[in-house]
Each structure stands twice: as structure tokens, then as C-alpha cells.
């Protein structure tokens, strides 16, 4: 298996000239940001690009028809950086897009949570300040590349995933089994609701509620998660980043494999899913005196003091 990961982000904290702007659809209020963003940049001396599907949908809301716009492979030809307005699931979305360009991204959080979206919509220029002046922090986070295979052929193009690939019992509430193996070496038979295949980014997402254990984005591993096994001493399991793994489908009646939850396809029996750490990885841009733990802290409302009565 390939050791070597040529497409790792090494030079992603340079101060960008070209900036492509990307909302989530159907928002006023992101429309509104990417308004704001695209005019302060524009006055900085940036050029701005906007992705399409954010012009189609801000732009009779807004009147963005001013800056350029294009596919988000036109966006990874041009720009330095990219700034998402949004939640995780925007976040996500840019980053598979992205990922094989290089293109680092920045994130404003206009959803819930926001794991991923370090800015705050009341900071958002502020912020753009520290970032022109390069004072934001780059990470970068590892990507899993999945493949579906069906009688040893692959089923459509692999798949890229940075939170996780997931493999599940579908609509029909009935368990489905499983194999599991890492390296070719089979670790075990299981009847379950399903297993959740995590980075560390994707640690605090769906296999946060499923148990699994959260994992600081240093640490170079995929962490295997059970979904209701049948069971209950299959527990999870933390492998290297260099591991490939490979869940067989036994039987399930309406099985499938989601990757970061945006993208799925359906499995039959006797299918394989094969995943592996990505050749690509993404470079997020977090702003000055970020920090992990703090953002757990908040997230998670960690040592919050108990109501007094």
C-alpha cells in the first residue's frame, strides 16, 4: 500500500490573492454575508470569485452579478483560498470538492455547531483583517477515499469523505451482518445497525453519538465504530492511518454506504467496501488563539456549572 501522500497541504498558509467565496444555498442571511465578504475583499484589492451554485441562488436576492462565478473545478483552477458561509455540512461539501486542488478554506459559521467553522458571522470582517495579514493558523486534516466493489469491479468512481464513510441498515429496520477485515486480515463477523469508519475530524460527528471517542486532529488514525451491535463487546477500534479496511456485506436487505452523510449509494449482498487514507488532504485556516480544546470546551458545553435552584 502507498506510504506516501504527495497532495498533503505543506504551503497552504500563503497569503492568497484570489479568494472564492461559498454559501449554503437558499439563505438570506448567508446571502447577505457572502454580499458583505465579497465587497470588503473586493476593496482589500482581492480578487473574488463566487462559486455558481452560491451566485445562482444569492445573486436574485443580491446583487452579486458583478463578480465571477463558476464550478467549483473552475474555483480550485483559480483561487488561493476559499471561504464557506455556512455549517459543517457546507464545510464538508467545499472540502471533497476542493481537496484535490490544494485549495485551503476558511469557514464562517452561520449553522449550528459548527465544528469546522471557526468565525463567528458578528466577527466575519474582523476576522478577514488577521487572515489578509496571514496571521491564521493552518491545519491539515486527512481525507478517506472509499470504493464500492461488486463482484471485484468497482461500482461507479471512488468516493472522497472528511468526516467518515459509513455503512448502515437503510430504511428497513432490520440489522444488517457484516465482515469486517484491516489489511486483508478479517477482525470480525458482526450483526449490527450498521459501522461508522472516522477521521479525526469526523470524531465529533456522527461517531460522537454512536460512542466513539474523539480524537485531536494531531492524531493520525481511523477509528472503526459499531452502530448498535447485536453484540455488545464489539467496541471501537482505533487503526493507523496507513491501515486499508474493507467491510463485506453478508446480508442486508437495504444496506447502503453515505459519505459525510451527502452522498450515498445502495449495497446488495456480497459487496465490498474498501476505504483507505486519501492520496489528498485538506488545509483548514483557523484564526489567531484557536484552539481545539476550547472549541470542545464550547461545543459541548463542557464544565458548565450546574443551574442553581
Known sequence: ????????????????????????YHSQDIAESIRMLARYLHERGMTVLIEEETAR?????????SWASGSFAWLGAHADMAI?????????????QLARYRVPLVGVN?????????????DMLAAMDDLLDGKFVPETRMLLEAEVLRDERPVGAPHLALNDVVVDKGAIGRMIEFELFVDSEFIYHLRADGLIVATSTGSTAYALSANGPILHPQVS?????????????????????????????????????????????????????????????????????????????????????PKEH
Not at 500500500?1 to 449554503?24: Q, R, Y
Not at 441562488?57 to 452579478?65: A, F, G, I, T
Request: proline fraction near 5%; include cysteine.
Open 84 to 96: 464557506v458561509a455556512g455549517g459543517d455540512g457546507t464545510m464538508l461539501n467545499a472540502a471533497r
Open 1 to 24: 500500500m502507498n506510504n506516501v501522500f504527495p497532495h498533503e497541504s505543506t504551503d497552504c498558509a500563503n497569503l492568497p490573492k484570489t479568494i472564492a467565496l461559498i454559501g449554503k
Open 221 to 305: 488514525a481511523i477509528a472503526l465504530v459499531p452502530l448498535c451491535p447485536h453484540a455488545l463487546t464489539n467496541r471501537p477500534i482505533l487503526v493507523g492511518d496507513r491501515n486499508e479496511i474493507e467491510i463485506r456485506i453478508v446480508h442486508g436487505t437495504d444496506s447502503r454506504v453515505h459519505f459525510d452523510g451527502q452522498v450515498t449509494v445502495d449495497l446488495t449482498n456480497g459487496d465490498c467496501v474498501r476505504i483507505r487514507r486519501s492520496e489528498y488532504s485538506i488545509c483548514l485556516l483557523h484564526p489567531p488563539g484557536h484552539s481545539y480544546f476550547a472549541m470542545l470546551r464550547q461545543k459541548l458545553h463542557w464544565s458548565e456549572r
Open 110 to 122: 452561520q449553522g449550528r455547531l459548527g465544528f469546522m467553522t471557526d468565525i463567528s458571522r458578528n
Open 57 to 65: 441562488n444569492v445573486v436574485s436576492q443580491l446583487d452579486l452579478r
